[in-house]
């Protein structure tokens, strides 16, 4: 089983860097995965106010991810 941290999950789902992209991709669809709440708080955190990605959009983003 692989913990994923927070950066895995947001170059996975935002797919903003092609040298990560396909290694996160992997990580996340090969593989167990374990993610503390604590990482998906960070990742909301991120999304919400450095993406300005809309509440709406990340609970479904992660209910999709889950």
Do not use: C, G, H, W
Not at 34 to 39: A, H
């Amino acid at each position: 089983m692989l913990y994923l941290d927070t950066n895995v999950i947001l170059r996975y789902l935002l797919e903003d860097s092609e040298k990560f992209k396909e290694k996160s991709k992997e990580y996340i669809e090969q593989n167990s995965v374990y993610i503390k709440n604590e990482v998906l708080a960070e990742v909301v955190y991120v999304l919400n106010k450095t993406y300005k990605v809309p509440k709406d959009s990340i609970k479904t983003i992660l209910q999709d991810l889950l």
